[in-house]
């Protein structure tokens, strides 16, 4: 202080950068506060599927010949809690560094594209999601397959985490372009919260959800769709009335 006052620092010049660095502090800390949320919520998400997991196969070594009617609870626990694991461990791939993403544009036909991944959501969790054809009787894209489902999938598991009702894909062509569109009646997100839920980390209010109990994530699921998203080449885009629902849209040139 006294060496930039040396310097011939004005008063308010000093204030002023004195305040700037006071800003630049705090962004810090929030960003830290952030990433802690994250560690910790991450860990915690990672032991529980692990513990459900680990007790479910010890229980049937121990008690499967007297207890048969454990075998399919057992096996409906440890598939529905691999299911959880993987979707996170690929969410902690995907924040690695991007540099390695290779893309492999191919023809998709995207009404398979869309029942594959309906046909998945119910057999691991047991949600039917709608189809809707709009117009077509196919809509075919040159896209990144692999990628694209991963956008698919992170819309489709946040409209079954934030919602209890019908889930819809709706697809068809607009102007130009192709688009996938995931419908859901929930919980809906406040207008003023909507660009930022594209924030690495961010999550709106946790205590906020249809049961009234926090709902497990890692804010990481819409940063991710949306930098795989511009990595391909297509738009993901959001629209939310609070308390209505979402539609997430994917737009494919
Ligand atoms: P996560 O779901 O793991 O918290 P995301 O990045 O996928 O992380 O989403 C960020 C936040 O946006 C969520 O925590 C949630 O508050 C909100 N959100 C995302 N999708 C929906 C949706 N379909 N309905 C309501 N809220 C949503």
Same mark, same amino acid.
């Given at each position: 202080?006294?060496?930039?006052?040396? /310097?011939?620092?004005?008063?308010?010049?000093?204030?002023?950068?004195?305040?700037?660095?006071?800003?630049?502090?705090? $962004?810090?800390?929030?960003?830290?506060?952030?990433?802690?949320?994250?560690?910790?919520?991450?860990?915690?998400?990672?032991? *529980?599927?692990?513990?459900?997991?680990?007790?479910?196969?010890?229980?049937?070594?121990? #008690? $499967?010949?007297?207890?048969?009617?454990?075998?399919?609870?057992?096996?409906?626990?440890?598939?529905?809690?691999?299911? #959880?694991?993987?979707?996170?461990?690929?969410?902690?791939?995907?924040?690695?560094?991007?540099?390695?993403?290779?893309?492999?544009?191919?023809?998709?036909?995207?009404?398979?594209?869309?029942?594959?991944?309906?046909?998945?959501? #119910?057999?691991?969790?047991?949600?039917?999601?709608?189809?809707?054809l709009q117009g077509e009787d196919?809509?075919?894209?040159?896209?990144?397959?692999?990628?694209?489902?991963?956008?698919?999938?992170?819309?489709?598991?946040?409209?079954?985490?934030?919602?209890?009702?019908?889930?819809?894909?709706?697809?068809g062509r607009?102007?130009?372009?192709?688009?996938?569109?995931?419908?859901?009646?929930?919980?809906?997100?406040?207008? /003023? /919260?909507?660009?930022?839920?594209?924030?690495?980390?961010?999550?709106?209010?946790?205590?906020?959800?249809?049961?009234?109990?926090?709902?497990?994530?890692?804010?990481?699921?819409?940063?991710?769709?949306?930098?795989?998203?511009?990595?391909?080449?297509?738009?993901?885009?959001?629209?939310?009335?609070?308390?209505?629902?979402? *539609?997430?849209?994917?737009?494919?040139?």
């Open positions: 202080f006294m060496r930039l006052k040396q /310097e011939g620092k004005s008063r308010d010049e000093l204030v002023e950068m004195g305040e700037t660095f006071n800003d630049m502090i705090g $962004l810090l800390a929030e960003s830290f506060m952030r990433q802690e949320q994250f560690v910790s919520n991450a860990s915690h998400e990672l032991k *529980t599927p692990l513990t459900i997991i680990e007790s479910y196969a010890s229980l049937l070594k121990r #008690r $499967l010949r007297d207890r048969p009617e454990l075998l399919e609870e057992s096996i409906e626990a440890i598939h529905s809690e691999a299911v #959880r694991m993987k979707g996170l461990t690929e969410q902690l791939l995907l924040a690695m560094p991007r540099s390695e993403w290779k893309i492999e544009r191919e023809p998709l036909d995207l009404l398979p594209f869309a029942e594959q991944a309906v046909a998945f959501f #119910r057999s691991a969790y047991g949600r039917e999601i709608h189809v809707v196919s809509v075919t894209v040159m896209t990144d397959q692999d990628k694209l489902k991963q956008v698919l999938f992170i819309l489709l598991d946040n409209a079954r985490k934030y919602s209890n009702d019908r889930i819809e894909i709706e697809l607009a102007d130009k372009d192709s688009y996938l569109r995931v419908k859901d009646l929930g919980i809906g997100i406040p207008a /003023e /919260e909507l660009s930022k839920v594209f924030e690495r980390f961010y999550r709106v209010d946790k205590s906020r959800s249809r049961d009234q109990e926090p709902i497990g994530g890692t804010g990481l699921g819409l940063s991710l769709g949306k930098e795989l998203a511009d990595a391909i080449g297509v738009k993901l885009v959001l629209e939310s009335i609070q308390g209505k629902g979402t *539609t997430a849209t994917i737009r494919i040139p």
